[in-house]
Nanobody, 125 residues
Framework: VQLQASGGGLVQPGGSLRLSCVVS????????IGWFRQAPGKEREGVSG????????DYADSVKGRFTISRDIAKNTVYLQMNSLKSDDTAVYYC???????????????????WGQGTLVTVSS
């Protein structure tokens, strides 16, 4: 099982980035995928989650209306479109495989069993 996150970089406040998470080694539509982030000195927090099978999505309050999670099953890829970025969004972003199709506790790292390596997003002028 592998998850490969990419798409991070340096962007000015108000700008946009699209992160990608390419997965392999398991059947994507049997699971959910989550995006997490961790800023220096802070705990890892759930940003968004998606049920691959039915497209159900969830977002942290801090990113609602600005971030959009989506999936392309044919490409084994999950995306996180991030718009109106703020300095508070600066963090290393990780994608992770949920232990099952989905669940009400999507934001908890403990319900994910495989993690990508992370991609750094820096929002700064």
């Amino acid at each position: 099982v592998q998850l490969q996150a990419s798409g991070g970089g340096l962007v000015q406040p108000g700008g946009s980035l699209r992160l990608s998470c390419v997965v392999s080694g398991f059947r994507l539509d049997n699971y959910a995928i989550g995006w997490f982030r961790q800023a220096p000195g802070k705990e890892r927090e759930g940003v968004s989650g998606i049920s691959i099978r039915d497209g159900t999505t969830d977002y942290a309050d801090s990113v609602k209306g600005r971030f959009t999670i989506s999936r392309d099953i044919a490409k084994n890829t999950v995306y996180l479109q991030m718009n109106s970025l703020k300095s508070d969004d600066t963090a290393v972003y990780y994608c992770a495989k949920h232990i099952g199709p989905y669940g009400s506790s999507w934001w908890l790292p403990a319900v994910y069993d495989y993690w990508g390596q992370g991609t750094l997003v820096t929002v700064s002028s």
